[in-house]
């Protein structure tokens, strides 16, 4: 488990516009990652986040590009993938990770990257943010998309 070392993020997100888009493969963990990211939100005194659901974690790059296009200021991408016997993960993993840094860079809208990779449903669960996980990887990827916004639009609001 790599979880030391994790900054401590604390960002006043008041006012942004953000959507978190989670698969549903994985429903438990899936819970776990959708609870950990809207109390990411709450803390970061975000209100009336935009959840949106799609089947899995190779939906999640369209739905977060239609999303941060639309308006949103942040995006909270959460998945599961889970390694299998076949060359799926690896093509699933890819696509996703390549697809939602694309979304970033091309909008300039911050992604967080709350998709789990794991090699098996312990490690899944371990991350998860359900009670007794190591960690929270949805509060993570949601505290840092707020962040990243906050800092963003800090910087930028003196070039306007």
């Known amino acids: 488990m790599s979880g030391a070392g994790a900054p401590t993020v604390h960002a006043d997100g008041h006012g942004l516009r953000v959507a978190v ?3 549903r493969w994985h429903e438990e963990i899936m819970g776990g990652l959708l609870d950990g990211a809207l109390t990411a939100l709450s803390h970061c005194k975000v209100e009336d986040p935009v959840v949106v659901r799609v089947p899995g974690t190779f939906e999640l790059p ?3 590009s239609r999303m941060a296009r639309s308006g949103c ?6 998945g599961v993938v889970i390694r299998g016997g076949t060359p799926h993960f690896d093509y699933v993993c890819s696509a996703a990770t390549s697809g939602l840094t694309q979304v970033s860079v091309e909008t300039g809208v911050p992604v967080g990257f709350g998709v789990l990779t794991c090699d098996d449903e312990e490690q899944a669960y371990a991350r998860s943010g ?18 990243t916004a906050v800092v963003l639009r800090d910087v930028l609001k003196g070039w306007a």
Do not use: C, N, T
């Open 62 to 64: 369209v739905a977060a």
């Open 73 to 78: 200021e942040a995006v909270v991408a959460l």
């Open 130 to 147: 359900l009670p007794g996980s190591q960690e929270d990887k949805g509060y993570e990827a949601a505290s840092a998309a707020v962040s």
């Open 21 to 23: 888009i989670a698969a």
